[in-house]
Each structure stands twice: as C-alpha cells, then as structure tokens.
C-alpha cells in the first residue's frame, strides 16, 4: 500500500449534500484529530480515535503508460479501499511529477520542477477528482464515500531535504491556479487546500509572501502550515501563519497538516522529556484551535525502520510498542474534544470547549477558575486520561494541562 499521510482540518462541506455520504458527516459533529503515517498502522490509528488520514496521489502512478495514455487507477483505488473500510476521511495530495513529463524541460536537472506539460497535469487531476467526487458519474467503483478535499503538493518551498525540488513563487502560483480551476471544474463543492507552508522560516515565509502577492490566496479555499519541532511552539506556528495571511487580506480556514514533537533521548532542542512533550502537544493543540485552526494532523503513531531517527523520536508509540506519554496526551485529547463545535478563551491557560457532551476546559497556570462556569463539583482528567471527582474550589493546577466537566 501507498504511503498515507494525516491532514489536518473543518468540514467545510456538508457530506450529505452528495451520494453517496461522507463518513464523518455533520450529524455526527466536526472533526479535528488527523494522523500523517496511518499506513503503517491502520488499526492502530483507529483504535486512537484518529478521523482523518492524507494520501498522496503521483501524476505518474496514474498515467503509468505516459502521457497519452489511459490512466491507471488501481493503486490509489485500493488504497481509497483501505482507508474507508477504516473509516477515515480523507486528504487527497497531487504530487505534480512524472519522469516523461520532468524530462521535457527538466532533463539533467538535479531537482524536480514544476510541471512542463501543465495541460495534461491538469487532466490528470480533473480525471482524479471526478473519479472520487462521488457524484455518480465516473466513479470508482465501491467508492464508500466521496473525497472532498484536495490538497496542492506539499512543501513547495523546500530546497534542502530530500526530495529535493526547484519551485519559484511563480511556478507554485501557476501549479495552484492550474489545480484550483480544474478542481473546481470536475467539483464545485470540493476544496482545495494549500501545499502545506514548511514552518516559519525567513525563506519559507519569503515564498508565500511572494506567491500571495501574485494572488495566489483566490486560488485554495483552506490554508495550510507546518510545525516540525520548529518554530513557534506555543501555537504550532499558527498565530505567525494567520499574521502573514491577514497581511494579504486572507481569513480563510487553518488547517496544520504536520504537527511533530521530539522528547526522550535523540530528540533535538529543546531537548524535551516525554513528559513535559505530552504537555507541550495539549497546550499546542489547544491554542492553535483557539486561534482559529481546524483540523491538525500528527506527523507518527508508530515508527518503522525506514524513518529517519528526528520521526522516530517524534512517534506516540516507541520502537518496542509502548504507548508513550504523547500517545496517552493524544488519546484523552481526541475523547475530549474529537468533535467540539466550538472554543473559547477566557483566560490565560483557560479555554472552554463546546463539545456534544457539554462544555469541556481545559486549564493550565490559571491561579483562580471561574467558579460560576461549574455547579460544584468538576470531573478533573488528566493528560494520561485518570480522572477524579472534586470540588471545584479544590482544584489546583500547574504547569501540565487538566480537562475539566462539571458533574450535576
């Protein structure tokens, strides 16, 4: 099976309006909590209560015999069965390349460019999104539900990891154009997400700014930013991110399509324990979706031998199949608040959460909790999910978040 990515985000479309339905529908409240590396796990990824997974979909998988040939759809078809036997919803991601088509105008480059024959990329992604839209009409057969939700390759901007690639902020502009137009042709009730940004870098923010200048802000309905223990912690880079697009005029929905933390031994700086990881991850997830962001997708559940040893760190469970301090942090998160309509802060380190359930706060640092949002008593959970009965004017917290519930 093909590598499967989380992303992380709201559904901005209701599911119902198309047949057959979304799994995650509306009736069943949003959803938040994405996974990048499910393919390793599935089950697993299930079993954490993950609701969300992204795949990538290469132009030249699809159009094995070239160009001009018919395209094959049997790789991305039975990963689409996988993931919706599992329930997920799904992030699809245009990867732009092919081999035949890069050595039109690439030949002897060491890096990929952008598409040289972007007509017949836009084919290929009007074929995709029509084969997936669940609209009746060409589409693949047992498709359980429709994919709604595109995203324009990953990462645009990075030059010095591997694979390594040669965009200006023109050629993503034109790639982002190109895909939104023919996304929108093939489905118009589709969105379309940004290529995730590669974190807050001076070069990183240096091309957005460059491509938004052109426009490039018409051209996807979600945005989309990255947090690779980098950058601003506190909001996994969402509060800079959200400056940058006001600063061009655009309010539109934030989804952070990889979240990863490093903690325990081999983790880079700030040299993070699992303990005080677990921490950083609630307070992260909470602020980012207190500023405004939707859906994020965390980059590892479990590792294999193939990721490099900063992804492995970053894993919720260990080389040896333990569930690790992160992992318990996630779990209670996705109980908590997997499907909240709503959040609220009222103070410093002191949010209110909408859920189906009732409101739910999630409180760190806060010397004083406002008695008048709870009748008595309170339901405390912690980060490991344990959960204990007391008075509210017995509750003391620190550094390390608690759920809060009033019990009637």
């Known amino acids: 099976m093909r590598r499967w990515i989380v992303l992380v985000g709201v559904l901005l479309v209701a599911a119902h309006s198309l047949a057959p339905r979304s799994c995650l529908g509306e009736e069943e409240g949003p959803t938040h909590f994405g996974l990048l590396e499910a393919f390793v796990d599935f089950r697993a990824t299930q079993e954490l209560g993950i609701q969300w997974v992204r795949g990538h979909i290469m132009w030249d998988d699809m159009a094995q015999r070239g160009p001009d040939g018919a395209f094959a759809w049997d790789i991305f078809d039975d990963d689409v069965r996988g993931v919706q036997l599992h329930g997920f919803e799904i992030l699809g991601m245009f990867i732009p390349f092919a081999p035949w088509d890069q050595e039109k105008c690439h030949a002897g480059e060491r890096m990929l460019g952008p598409p040289c024959d972007i007509d017949g990329y836009s084919r290929f992604v009007g074929a995709t999104v029509e084969r997936y839209d669940g609209d009746g009409i060409e589409d693949m057969p ?180 333990d569930k690790r301090t992160t992992y318990f942090a996630m779990e209670t998160m996705i109980e908590k608040l997997g499907s909240f309509a709503g959040v609220e802060e009222l103070d410093s380190g002191l949010f209110k959460f909408e859920t189906p359930q009732g409101p739910v706060y999630v ?46």
């Not at 309905?221 to 950058?231: Q, R, V």
């Not at 990881?277 to 307070?283: F, I, R, S």
């Not at 009965?389 to 917290?397: A, E, F, K, P, S």
Request: aromatic content about 14%; proline content about 8%; hydrophobic content about 40%.
């Open 142 to 321: 047992g498709l359980r539900y429709p994919i709604l939700y595109w995203e324009v390759f990953n990462e645009p901007a990075m030059k010095d990891l591997p694979p390594f690639y040669d965009f200006t902020p023109q050629d993503y502009f034109e790639l982002l154009r190109a895909t939104y137009e023919e996304v929108k042709a093939a489905c118009a009730q589709c969105q379309v997400v940004q290529g995730g940004v590669a974190g807050i870098a001076p070069d990183k923010e240096q091309f957005l700014r460059s491509y938004l200048a052109l426009g490039g802000g018409q051209y996807f309905d979600i945005a989309s930013i990255h947090f690779i223990h980098s950058g601003a912690f506190d909001t996994f880079n969402v509060e800079p991110f959200k400056r940058t697009l006001q600063d061009y005029g655009i309010d539109k929905p934030i989804w952070v399509t990889e979240v990863q933390i490093e903690s325990g031994p081999g983790a880079d700086y700030p040299y993070l324990t699992d303990e005080a990881a677990a921490a950083l991850l609630v307070k992260g997830y909470v602020r980012a979706f207190a500023l405004g962001a939707d859906k994020l997708f965390y980059v590892v559940l479990k590792p294999t031998p193939k990721f490099p040893p900063n992804v492995v760190v970053s894993s919720l469970i260990n080389t040896h199949g």
């Open 363 to 408: 409180v760190w640092n806060c010397s004083r909790l406002p008695e008048e949002e709870f009748e008595g008593k309170v339901l405390l959970t912690d980060i490991l999910g344990e959960t204990r009965t007391m008075l509210v004017q017995d509750v003391t917290v620190g550094d390390t978040p608690v759920f809060l519930e009033s019990v009637p």
